[in-house]
Every structure is written in structure tokens, then in C-alpha cells.
């Protein structure tokens, strides 16, 4: 029996770190909790917002946050994602739509509970368009239904060729708009901004992204101590939790297992188990996790994901403050989903080297068109360049009929073998 055909019933375990599993959970629940509680007080500010907004300054203006994309990901693990899409379809909305935008429709009109993707009514919305296209209509359609105001930042897209002085015309664009949101949050909160805590916020933001960036230089080594099993999980915080310190005190703690993993010389796997190592681009198929561990059984880890890295970008702090919000725009236009595809091509192949990948998925998610665009491009560029197997994945994050399984373990048996034929 060849390597790619083995029984995949036995599946390997991959070790998630401890903390994750002590931790974790009673950070979302409280998190969701709170949530609940927040959205029911009629004096307390709540607001939707969206991956790609600055949630630090919702934290500035004592706005709690809900964020309906991470909602949708409960209702995918809760495998309730699609009864959700399918009510939303029955309204009338595409299949071809995102299926969180679709997830999230369904979460409200059916009133489902918190475990299943339901977040409370927001006093606001705001999202950016960075990437997305989608969060505008989505939130353009929520605000409608909860008859609420929404905010939405527009965010320029350095397209091959941007120079430096057209770049800083787009700073200056999102800076105006940064002090257009600051206008209507105070109108809304009746606070006034303070560039003391918005400075301490900023801060413990950027320490957040460190200690993130810290855990990605441990994914480097021979055997990973850190797998997608880890990182899918623990980016929570970075997306809603940013500028407080609950974030902080776990990761530090996911770097201590880290330590003590890499200290006794194991990883995810064993060394003897980790047999490649694996870029997965874009968005898990929340309803499908088992898939990362049917590759782990093949001795596949994942060991880097653009996706889970793009929200912890190294920030600068303790500018002056007009500086400080030039800084924070730069950050938001200067995402690798923003990339143009031959910027895109040298970050992939930097990391393909820097973490000592055998392989490459791209998940081509008929949800999320904008963070596949260019993919065949990357696929053909990365197999010419460094020669090592791209499988361009069609899938769905939260939509299961996008997943079959058989195709599917075909497909990943095919890659397994071009991987080791490819390490001979
Ligand atoms: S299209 Fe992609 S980025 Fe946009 S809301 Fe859907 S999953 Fe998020």
C-alpha cells in the first residue's frame, strides 16, 4: 500500500497546544456572553464590524464589538451553517453569494442561538471594503433590516505600479475618513476622542501582533510546534480582541507550551511524523475540520497560513498622533490581500523558503472570489519557480456542498504523492 492510500481512519493525532484547549474556550465564551449582554442593554453602544476594521477604535470609544464573520465560523464547527444559507437563499439571496453574508442572513431571520451563529443587534455598523466587496452589501442589507446607521471606510487598493507619493495620497484619503468615524462615534457614544488610551490601545494592539508574529518564528523549525489546528483557533483575539490584554496573557502562554514543546525536541507531530510541510491559503471549511487531520495522517502539516498571519502585521506605536493614524491607514491598504499578484508571487515564494514548504493549497473559495483572485497565476508561477506541488482547491468556508468527500480524498492522495515523488 503506497503512502497516499494508507487508512485514513486512523488518523495521527495533532497535539493542539495546551493553552488552547484550557484557555481558549472560556475566552470566546465569555467573549459571547458578554456579547449577549451588551446587545440587551439599551444604553450600552454595540456595533458589527468586519476583518479589515481597526476594532481598536471601537475599544477608543467604549463600543463593544460583534463581529458577524466570526459568527458564521461558529455555525460552520456547529455544522448548522447550512439550514442558515439555505433560508437565506429562500429570501432570494444567489448561491453564488459569500456563504457568512448568507450564513449570517439566516442567523437572524431564523433566530438562531449564540452557538449556532447568532450575535445581538447592533446600535451601529462598520465595515471597511478592503478585499471585499461583499462586507458593503451585506452590511448595507443588515443595517436595512435593524434600521441602524452604517459606516463604511473605502479603502484604495495599491494595484501594481502605486508609487510612494500616490500612496501617500491614499493615507491621506483613509486619515479623512478616520476623523469622519471619530466625528460619528462621538456623536453616537457622546465621548470624546483620547489620544492617551487610544495610545494605550494602540500599544497593547501591537503587542498582540508581536507575540503573534513570535509564534508564527517557532513555525519555522523541523518539526512545526504550531499547526493550522493551533492557528485557526487562536486568531480570536487578534480579530476581535486587539488593544485589550485578555489577548496578551493567552499568547504569552501559547509561547510558553511552544517553548516547552520545542525544548523536548517534538511538534504538532513527531519528527518522525511530519513528513511535509504545508502553505493552506484562504479559509477553512469551518464545517470540515477533519479534512487538516486526514492530512496530518499522511504526515501533511500545515505550517503557514497567509490568511491567520495577515492579521498580525508588525505595528509601529508611540508616534505623534497625526503620524499614528498615518500608520494605521498604511496598515489597512498594505494587506497581502491587497497585493498585486506579482507582489503576491515574491511573498509566497519568500515564505515558501523561510518556513521549508513541500507543497502549496490554495482554497478556491467560491465564497470568498476576492481573496482568490489571481490564484492560477500563484499556482503557475510558484510550480515554475520553486517546483514544488500547487493544489488549487475548490471548496466553500461554510457551505458544505461545496465538499465531497471522496473527490476530495482523491484529490489529496494525488497531492500527498506528487509531494513525495517531488522530495526524492
Ligand atoms: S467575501 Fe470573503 S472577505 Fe468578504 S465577507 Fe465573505 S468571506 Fe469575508
Redesign the pocket.
Known amino acids: 500500500m503506497s503512502e497516499a492510500t494508507q487508512d485514513t481512519k486512523k488518523l495521527l493525532r495533532v497535539e493542539r497546544l495546551p493553552a488552547i484547549n484550557s484557555q481558549l474556550g472560556k475566552i470566546i465564551k465569555n467573549y459571547l456572553m458578554k456579547s449577549k449582554f451588551m446587545s440587551s442593554l439599551p444604553w450600552k453602544k454595540t456595533a458589527w464590524v ?2 479589515g476594521f481597526p476594532v481598536e477604535l471601537c475599544y477608543l470609544f467604549d463600543i463593544f464589538p460583534m463581529h458577524p ?1 466570526n459568527a458564521a465560523c461558529v455555525a460552520g464547527t456547529a455544522k448548522v451553517s447550512l439550514k442558515l444559507i439555505e433560508y437565506a437563499e429562500s429570501l432570494g439571496f444567489s448561491r453564488d453569494l ?1 456563504s ?2 448568507k450564513t449570517n442572513i439566516g442567523a437572524v431571520g431564523k433566530k438562531v442561538g449564540i452557538a449556532q451563529g447568532a450575535i445581538g443587534k447592533p446600535k451601529f455598523l462598520a465595515s471597511t471594503n478592503t ?2 466587496d ?2 458593503v452589501k ?1 452590511f448595507q442589507t443588515q443595517a436595512r433590516e435593524f434600521k441602524v446607521p452604517y459606516f463604511c471606510f473605502d479603502i484604495p487598493v495599491a494595484v501594481a505600479g502605486t508609487d510612494d507619493a500616490r500612496m501617500e495620497e491614499y493615507i491621506d484619503y483613509v486619515v479623512d475618513q478616520f476623523n469622519e468615524f471619530i466625528e460619528f462615534a462621538g456623536k453616537i457614544t457622546g465621548k470624546k476622542f483620547d489620544e492617551n488610551k487610544f495610545n494605550t490601545i494602540l500599544q497593547k494592539s501591537a503587542k498582540l501582533s508581536d507575540l503573534w508574529q513570535e509564534i508564527y518564528e517557532y513555525r519555522k523549525l523541523l518539526p512545526t510546534p504550531v499547526s493550522f489546528q493551533d492557528t485557526m483557533a487562536a486568531i480570536f483575539p487578534l480579530v476581535i480582541l486587539p488593544g485589550l490584554d485578555i489577548g496578551i496573557s493567552f499568547y504569552e502562554a501559547l509561547l510558553k507550551d511552544i517553548k516547552e514543546r520545542v525544548a523536548k525536541n517534538t511538534g504538532s507531530l513527531t519528527k518522525e511524523q511530519e513528513k511535509y510541510r504545508v502553505l493552506f491559503e484562504g ?1 477553512p471549511m469551518w464545517y470540515k475540520i477533519k479534512f487538516f487531520h486526514e492530512l496530518a495522517n499522511y504526515g501533511a502539516i500545515i505550517t503557514y497560513e497567509p490568511y491567520t498571519f495577515s492579521f498580525g502585521p508588525k505595528k509601529k506605536i508611540g508616534l505623534p498622533i497625526d503620524k499614528q493614524l498615518r500608520e494605521l491607514a498604511r496598515l489597512i491598504i498594505d494587506t497581502p490581500y491587497n497585493y498585486a499578484v506579482e507582489k503576491r508571487i515574491k511573498y509566497f515564494e519568500k515564505v515558501i523558503d523561510d518556513y521549508k514548504l513541500d507543497g502549496i493549497i490554495l482554497h478556491s473559495n467560491l ?5 482568490c483572485t489571481g490564484m492560477v497565476d500563484l499556482k503557475n508561477a510558484i510550480q515554475k519557480d520553486k517546483g514544488i506541488p500547487v493544489w488549487l482547491m475548490d471548496c466553500d ?1 461554510d457551505d458544505p456542498r461545496a465538499y465531497a468527500d471522496e473527490p476530495m480524498k482523491n484529490r489529496m492522495e494525488s497531492f500527498i504523492e506528487l509531494m513525495a515523488s517531488n522530495k526524492k
Open positions: 468586519t476583518a464573520e459569500c457568512y453574508f478585499i471585499c461583499t462586507h451585506w479559509i465564497s470568498c472570489r476576492p481573496s468556508m
